[in-house]
C-alpha cells in the first residue's frame, strides 16, 4: 500500500543517505517528509502562475457571472448615502496638523441634528496657515467657467498656493497650484536661481487669502515674502504682484462694495486700503502699536473696518478717514480685549455689532458692539488650546453658530444663542431656542473616530508608547 | 515651558529606564538631552525637537543608527473655514484616475524629486564648503536633512 500516488525522485537518494531507516516506515516516505517533491526536477520550469490559463478574465465586472451586479450596485448606493450632503448641511473645513502630517478634514456640520462628523479629508504639502473658499470651479473638466463650484485655496509653510475640489473625494492631488510648483516651463527654466522676491510667485509661506467675491476669479493672497499677489484662477498665473508692506503681510481682505479695494495688515504694523487697478499710486495706510494679526471689514458699514494685534487690541477705524501718516493714527475707537495675540475674530455676518474674539489666552469673547463702543457679553474657555480660528456660521439659519478651533487640534460648533447673556444682549434678535437644548449647545466632532486615526501613530518600543498628554504651562 | 515626560530606549523592548527630563525652550531642531545608559548597549541618546516632532535618535552597538519618532502628538487645527450651504454637490464624486491625470501627475511628482534631489544637492555643497553655520535657516524638508548631520549623534556614527 501506497500513500504517495507516484514515489518522490529524490526518495532513493535519501534512502541512500540513511541506510539505517526501518523498511516498514520506508514506505511512507517519512525521511523525504520536508523535502520538496519539485527540488531534483531541474528539468521543469517553475512558474508561480503555472495555472494562469485556467482562470478566465472578463473586461469588466458586468461580464463575469461571478459577481452579482445588484449587491453592487445596492454597496454603491449605501457609499453615496453615507457620503450625501443635504441642502441643510453645511461643510466646515479644517486644516489639521498632527505630527508632521498635515491634512484638510472637511467636516458636515447637521445643525437640526447637532452632528458634526468627519466627511472626508485629504493631504497637504506643509503646515497649512490659512484656507478660502471659492465659488468658482478651477481646472475642472467639463464644467463651464463661470459655473457655480466648490473649491477650496489652501496656504501653507510651502509658498505655493493649492487649490482642491470640495465634491471630489478621495482625490490626492489638488486642482490647481499658484506658484512655482503650478508652471512647470517656469520650474525648468530657473531651475538653478535662487530664491528671490519676484512678480511671478511667491517664495515664502503664504499667511493669508482672500477671494473676490465680485470678480470671482481673481484671489488675492499675502506671503511672508513680504508682497500681496493678485491670482487670476481661470488662468492659474499670477496677474499683479504689490510690494507696499515692509514686512510680513500676514492678512487681506477685499471690500464688499468696491471690489477692486484690498485691505492688507502687515508685521510692518501698517494697515493699507489700496485699490489693485493703481498698484502705482500712494496707499492710505493705518498705523498700530504691535504687529497685526487679522484685519477685517464691517460687514454691516462697507466705510469702516477692523484690525486686531498681536498684543491683544482691537481697533476700529474709517477707511475714508486716513492719517497724514502712519503715527497720526486715530482709530473709532481701541479694545483691550485680551492680553495675549488676538490670533482671530470675526464679526457676526448676520447680526451687527455681534463680535467674536480668540486669543493665545486660550480664551473665546463675545462682544455687542453700540454706539458708545464695545462691552463684553460672555468669555469663555472650551479647552481647544490657544485659539487660532473663531468663525461665525455664514448663513442665516445658523447665524449664531462659532465655530472655534486651537491648539489641542479639537474643533467645536458653540450654539451662541443658547448662552442666557448673548440672549440678553441681543434680545429681539435671537430665535427661540429648540425645545431639549440645554445652556450652552456645544457641537464637537465625535472622539471615536479621532481615536482610531491615533492609533497609527508610530509607537515607541517597550512601554515607550505610553503617550504623554501635551502640557502647555 | 517645561515638559515632564517618560523617555524610554526604542531600541529595545524590555526596556525600562524610564527618565523624567526636562525640556527647556527651544526652536526648531535642538538637541535636548543626552543620556548614557550603562545596561544597554546605547551609547548616545538624543531627543531632537523638529518642526513640531519629538524624535529620538540613539546610536547602538551593531545597530547601526536608529530613528524613531517618540508618541507625542502635536495636534493642532491652524485654520477654520465654513462654507455656504447649497453649494456642496449633494453627492461627491469619487476620484478616478485617468490617462491623462496619471501623466499630470506623473509630471509634478517628477518635479517635486527634481525639486528635492536639486535642494539635496545644494545642502551637500553647502556643507562641503562649511557655509551652513554662516547660511541662515532654512526651510525646506531636504535641507533639514543637513542639519540632522550636524548633530553630535549623527557625528558619533
Known amino acids: 500500500m501506497h500513500f504517495f500516488p507516484y ?71 449605501e457609499d453615496a448615502e453615507d457620503l450625501q450632503i443635504l441642502a441643510t448641511d453645511n461643510l466646515l473645513l479644517a486644516a489639521k496638523v498632527q505630527g508632521e502630517s498635515a491634512e484638510l478634514v472637511a467636516h458636515v456640520y447637521e445643525d437640526s441634528a447637532s452632528n458634526l462628523y468627519v466627511h472626508h479629508d485629504f493631504p497637504l504639502p506643509g503646515m497649512p496657515l490659512c484656507l478660502e473658499w471659492l465659488d468658482l470651479p478651477v481646472n475642472k473638466q467639463g464644467v463651464e467657467k463661470d459655473a457655480a ?77 513680504k508682497t500681496v499677489k493678485l491670482w487670476d484662477l481661470n488662468t492659474t498665473t499670477c496677474a499683479k504682484s504689490y510690494s507696499y508692506h515692509t514686512d510680513k503681510v500676514c492678512s487681506v481682505a477685499w471690500h464688499k462694495v468696491e471690489a477692486t479695494v484690498l485691505l492688507s495688515g502687515s508685521y510692518d504694523r501698517t494697515v493699507v486700503a489700496a485699490d489693485m487697478r493703481a498698484p502705482d499710486a500712494q496707499v492710505p495706510r493705518w498705523g498700530v502699536e504691535s504687529d497685526v494679526e487679522t484685519v477685517q471689514w464691517d460687514p454691516h458699514n462697507e466705510n469702516f473696518f477692523f484690525v486686531s494685534t498681536e498684543r491683544g487690541i482691537i481697533h476700529y477705524h474709517d477707511v475714508r478717514a486716513a ?18 495675540v488676538l490670533s482671530s475674530f470675526d464679526v457676526n455676518p448676520v447680526i451687527p455689532g455681534f463680535l467674536a474674539t480668540g486669543s493665545f489666552d486660550k480664551s473665546i469673547k463675545l462682544w455687542n458692539i453700540q454706539p458708545t463702543g464695545p462691552s463684553m457679553v460672555v468669555s469663555r474657555n472650551f479647552d481647544v488650546g490657544k485659539v487660532f480660528a473663531t468663525t461665525f456660521a455664514p448663513d442665516q439659519e445658523v447665524a449664531f453658530r462659532l465655530a472655534v ?43 471615536d473616530s479621532s481615536e482610531s486615526e491615533d492609533d497609527g501613530g508610530a509607537e515607541l518600543g517597550g512601554n515607550g508608547g505610553e503617550s504623554m498628554d501635551e502640557d502647555e504651562d | 515651558m517645561t515638559i515632564p515626560f517618560r523617555l524610554a530606549n526604542p531600541c529595545s523592548r524590555g526596556f525600562q529606564g524610564f527618565r523624567f527630563i526636562e525640556l527647556r525652550p527651544f526652536r526648531r531642531t535642538t538637541v535636548i ?39 507625542i502628538k502635536m495636534s493642532m487645527i491652524t485654520a477654520i473655514q465654513w462654507v455656504p450651504r447649497g453649494f456642496a454637490a449633494p453627492f461627491p464624486t469619487k476620484y478616478e484616475l485617468t490617462e491623462a491625470e496619471f501623466d499630470r501627475i506623473a509630471e509634478l511628482a517628477k518635479l517635486q524629486l527634481d525639486d528635492a534631489n536639486e535642494d539635496l544637492e545644494d545642502a551637500k555643497e553647502a556643507a562641503k564648503n562649511g557655509e551652513s553655520s554662516k547660511s541662515p535657516p532654512r526651510k525646506t524638508e531636504s535641507m533639514e536633512k543637513d542639519e540632522y548631520a550636524l548633530l553630535p549623534v549623527f557625528a558619533a556614527m
Open chain 2, 33 to 71: 538631552d543626552k543620556i548614557f545608559n550603562p545596561t544597554s548597549k546605547i551609547l548616545k541618546f538624543t531627543l531632537l525637537w523638529y518642526e513640531g516632532v519629538f524624535e529620538t535618535g540613539a546610536a547602538t552597538e551593531g545597530h547601526g543608527l536608529n530613528l524613531s519618532r517618540l508618541n
Open chain 1, 149 to 225: 463650484g466648490n473649491f477650496l485655496a489652501i496656504g501653507t509653510m510651502d509658498p505655493d498656493i493649492e487649490i482642491w475640489d470640495l465634491d471630489t473625494v478621495d482625490c490626492m492631488y489638488p486642482n490647481a497650484i499658484l506658484g512655482r510648483g503650478g508652471d512647470v516651463k517656469e520650474k525648468k527654466k530657473k531651475k538653478k536661481k535662487p530664491k528671490k522676491k519676484n512678480d511671478n510667485y511667491h517664495v515664502d509661506a503664504v499667511l493669508s487669502l482672500a477671494a473676490n467675491r465680485k470678480h470671482r476669479n481673481l484671489l488675492a493672497s499675502a506671503s511672508a515674502d
Open chain 1, 405 to 447: 478651533a486651537g491648539s489641542r487640534g479639537t474643533m467645536h460648533v458653540w450654539d451662541t444663542s443658547t448662552n442666557k447673556a448673548v440672549r440678553s444682549a441681543f434680545a429681539g434678535r435671537v430665535p427661540d431656542v429648540p425645545v431639549g437644548a440645554g445652556e450652552d449647545r456645544l457641537v464637537g466632532v465625535d472622539d
Open chain 1, 7 to 77: 514515489s518522490p525522485p529524490c526518495s532513493k537518494l535519501t534512502s541512500k543517505l540513511s541506510p539505517g531507516l526501518d523498511d516498514d516506515l520506508k514506505e511512507y516516505h517519512l525521511s523525504d517528509y520536508d523535502n520538496d517533491d519539485d527540488e531534483d526536477d531541474a528539468g521543469v520550469k517553475m512558474s508561480i502562475f503555472g495555472n494562469v490559463k485556467s482562470l478566465s478574465y472578463h473586461e469588466s465586472n458586468k461580464e463575469d457571472p461571478y459577481i452579482r451586479l445588484n449587491e453592487e450596485q445596492a454597496d454603491e448606493d
Open chain 1, 323 to 340: 492719517p497724514q501718516n502712519p503715527t497720526a493714527t486715530k482709530a473709532i475707537w481701541t479694545l483691550q480685549a485680551h492680553d495675549d
